[in-house]
Nanobody, 125 residues
Framework: QVQLVESGGGLVQAGGSLRLSCAAS????????MGWFRQAPGKEREFVAA???????IYADSVKGRVTIARDNAKNTGFLQMNSLKPEDTAVYYC???????????????????WGQGTQVTVSS
């Protein structure tokens, strides 16, 4: 089992920045790929970014150039740095861990084995 706890969400004005964190416990964090997903009210959960155990990363087109995913395996923590935030970025953001895709991060939520409870990000216009 891997327990994931997100933090760092909040209310920010458009154009602002937030840094989300995902603290992992349980099993060895470096043995998992990590992904970030988000879900806005009335919408399906969507992929944001993912990073392999060796820090290879992929991004959704909607956030590419504005978002950076990173991880610190020594601290069992993942990060999502979000810049130039837009109102349409408003959502609950979830981190997730995948054992099967540890070397090849996935955009598919079904590939992830463990999920955090989410942190709310609200971007005002």
């Amino acid at each position: 089992q891997v327990q994931l706890v997100e933090s760092g969400g909040g209310l920010v004005q458009a154009g602002g920045s937030l840094r989300l964190s995902c603290a992992a416990s349980g099993r060895t964090f470096s043995n998992y790929a990590m992904g970030w997903f988000r879900q806005a009210p009335g919408k399906e959960r969507e992929f944001v970014a993912a990073i392999s155990r060796w820090s290879g990363s992929i991004y959704a087109d909607s956030v590419k150039g504005r978002v950076t995913i990173a991880r610190d395996n020594a601290k069992n923590t993942g990060f999502l740095q979000m810049n130039s935030l837009k109102p349409e970025d408003t959502a609950v953001y979830y981190c997730a861990a995948s054992y099967t895709r540890l070397n090849s991060p996935s955009k598919v939520s079904g590939d992830y084995d463990y999920w955090g409870q989410g942190t709310q990000v609200t971007v005002s216009s």
